[in-house]
Every structure is written in structure tokens, then in C-alpha cells.
């Protein structure tokens, strides 16, 4: 029904910028909202940002708010996650997911997944 590939990960020094992309696609993938949630090894997934499509319902994780943006493109069918002032704890599997509305904080009731884009943050 919902397709999501991310890209745009990669390794960035302590206080760089990287933006991440997911391009959604299927029948159904604009009845939807759209978020990140990222996952570091031995750690649970954790919520990042959520996003409407029509840009109007927007949520921050507190330990991003203020460093990261989430926004959309709806003419190419893309979210993106413009990542500033990355520390070293950010590193971690950045998964876009796509989630009826409201979008849940919580990963166990996310409706559909990307496979994920290592973010890696050098000290």
C-alpha cells in the first residue's frame, strides 16, 4: 500500500548538517502522515519528527527541536529531515514511516517502514 525509500545518510563531524530524504509512494501513501524515527544498536526506536502532508500538523522530538526540520515536497512525493548542529549521539538508523493520523510517537504502532539510512556523527 506505502513504499518509502530513505536516502541521504552518511558520516558528518560533530556540528555539521545532513539531510535526509524519504520518497513515498503506493495508492494510499497520501492518507497518511509522515515521520522519522531513528535507532541506535542495542536501543529502542525512537520518535524524531512528524510531518502532514499538508504541512499544517508538524511534532518535534524534544532532544531534536530546535536542531532538526522536518518539511515536505508534495510534487515529488517526498519528506525530508534537514538535520543541523548533529552531535554524536544523533548517529543511529534514520527510518522513515508513514502512520494514520495523528502520527504515533510510538514505533510499535507505525502502519508502514523505509529500510533505514545510517547517519553517523565523528566526535
Known amino acids: 500500500q506505502v513504499q518509502l525509500v530513505e536516502s541521504g545518510g552518511g558520516l558528518v563531524q560533530a556540528g555539521g548538517s545532513l539531510r535526509l530524504s524519504c520518497e513515498a509512494s503506493?495508492?494510499?501513501?497520501?492518507?497518511?502522515?509522515m515521520g522519522w524515527f531513528r535507532q541506535a544498536p542495542g536501543k529502542n526506536r525512537e520518535f524524531v519528527a512528524s510531518?502532514?502532508?499538508?504541512?499544517?500538523?508538524?511534532v518535534y522530538a524534544d532532544s531534536v527541536k530546535g536542531r532538526f526540520t522536518i518539511s515536505t515536497d508534495n510534487a515529488k512525493n517526498t519528506v525530508y529531515l534537514q538535520m543541523n548542529s548533529l552531535k554524536p549521539e544523533d548517529t543511529a538508523v534514520y527510518f522513515c514511516?508513514?502512520?494514520?493520523?495523528?502520527?504515533?510517537?510510538?514505533?510499535?504502532?507505525?502502519?508502514?517502514w523505509g529500510k533505514g539510512t545510517l547517519v553517523t556523527v565523528s566526535s
Open positions: 510531518i502532514s502532508w499538508s504541512g499544517g500538523r508538524v
Open positions: 514511516a508513514a502512520d494514520r493520523s495523528p502520527f504515533s510517537r510510538w514505533s510499535g504502532r507505525i502502519n508502514y
Open positions: 503506493g495508492r494510499t501513501f497520501n492518507t497518511y502522515d
